[in-house]
């Protein structure tokens, strides 16, 4: 029988939370295979995942969430059918991943793409990276999000379809939103209470953010170099 639903998850070095998440995954998607994309963890990520029943997809060294993410959705779609709905996460939601379902729900109601928005932010820097995803996803044509690069989303088969491969490192969701809206598909966000491992406003905090804002100009330009003749027929956002 095909799966209604299948979670593709993304993991570096996460076996601490891992677990949990699974766990959560497994009571609010019963039966619903996973598939982990592993980005070269050099801890106990992909055995906590194989005793969970998880399928996993490892790369050897990191290549960043868009290169680890892309053959795991891949392999995810090869199992589904058009009718499958697909959740992404990060492996480090524990218990709250259990809220989850309503980005399913909102797929099954009609929206191709939806996008979880944390309803209470944890850690960050001052914002300049979130904002430039958020006007870069904008001026490609996309729609005004509260949270541009929240991982947690779930998409038709259609829409997976449409945004594979994924854009590379920490540029994966803002191309794949600006993807499913240059294809005309209805992106909708989700206020959802998530809980996530943060960063902080210490010298790691802003080195990864730093990374994430580099990622997020060379997606920028690389869909602006791509950008589609005519206008663009995104059927829009709304706010769940």
Same mark, same amino acid.
């Given at each position: 029988?095909? %799966?209604?639903?299948?979670?593709?998850?993304? *993991?570096?070095?996460? *076996?601490?939370?891992?677990?949990?998440?699974?766990? *959560?995954?497994?009571?609010?998607? %019963?039966?619903?295979?996973?598939?982990?994309?592993?980005?070269? !963890?050099?801890?106990?990520?992909?055995?906590?995942?194989?005793?969970?029943?998880?399928?996993?997809?490892?790369?050897?060294?990191?290549?960043?969430? &868009?290169?680890?993410? =892309?053959?795991?959705?891949?392999?995810?779609?090869?199992?589904?059918?058009?009718?499958?709905?697909?959740?992404?996460?990060?492996?480090?939601?524990?218990? !709250?991943?259990?809220?989850?379902?309503?980005?399913?729900?909102?797929?099954?109601?009609?929206?191709?793409?939806?996008?979880?928005?944390?309803?209470?932010?944890? &850690? #960050?820097?001052? &914002?300049?990276?979130?904002?430039?995803?958020?006007?870069?996803?904008?001026?490609?044509?996309? %729609?005004?999000?509260?949270?541009?690069? !929240?991982?947690?989303?779930?998409?038709?088969?259609?829409?997976? #379809?449409?945004?594979?491969?994924?854009?590379?490192?920490?540029?994966?969701?803002?191309?794949?939103?600006?993807?499913?809206?240059?294809?005309?598909?209805?992106?909708?966000?989700?206020?959802?209470?998530?809980?996530?491992?943060? =960063?902080?406003?210490?010298?790691?905090?802003?080195?990864?953010?730093?990374?994430?804002?580099?990622?997020?100009?060379?997606?920028?330009?690389?869909?602006?170099?791509?950008?589609?003749?005519?206008?663009? =027929? !995104?059927?829009?956002?709304?706010?769940?």
């Amino acid at each position: 029988m095909t %799966p209604r639903t299948i979670v593709i998850l993304t *993991a570096r070095d996460e *076996a601490d939370r891992l677990g949990e998440t699974l766990d *959560a995954l497994a009571r609010a998607f %019963p039966g619903a295979p996973v598939v982990v994309a592993d980005d070269g !963890s050099r801890d106990g990520t992909a055995g906590v995942a194989r005793s969970r029943g998880a399928r996993v997809v490892a790369r050897k060294r990191p290549v960043g969430k &868009g290169g680890a993410a =892309t053959p795991a959705a891949r392999e995810a779609l090869a199992l589904g059918s058009p009718d499958t709905v697909y959740v992404l996460c990060d492996g480090d939601l524990g218990g !709250s991943a259990r809220g989850l379902t309503a980005l399913e729900q909102a797929v099954r109601g009609g929206a191709d793409l939806a996008v979880a928005a944390f309803a209470h932010r944890a &850690g #960050g820097g001052f &914002g300049l990276a979130l904002g430039f995803a958020g006007w870069a996803i904008r001026r490609l044509g996309g %729609p005004r999000l509260g949270a541009p690069i !929240s991982g947690q989303r779930a998409l038709s088969a259609r829409a997976l #379809g449409e945004v594979l491969p994924f854009a590379p490192r920490f540029g994966m969701e803002i191309g794949m939103t600006v993807d499913a809206a240059r294809a005309g598909l209805r992106i909708v966000e989700v206020e959802l209470p998530l809980v996530h491992r943060a =960063t902080g406003r210490d010298w790691r905090g802003f080195v990864h953010r730093a990374r994430q804002l580099g990622d997020f100009v060379c997606v920028y330009l690389d869909r602006r170099r791509r950008r589609p003749r005519g206008p663009i =027929t !995104s059927r829009g956002a709304g706010i769940g």
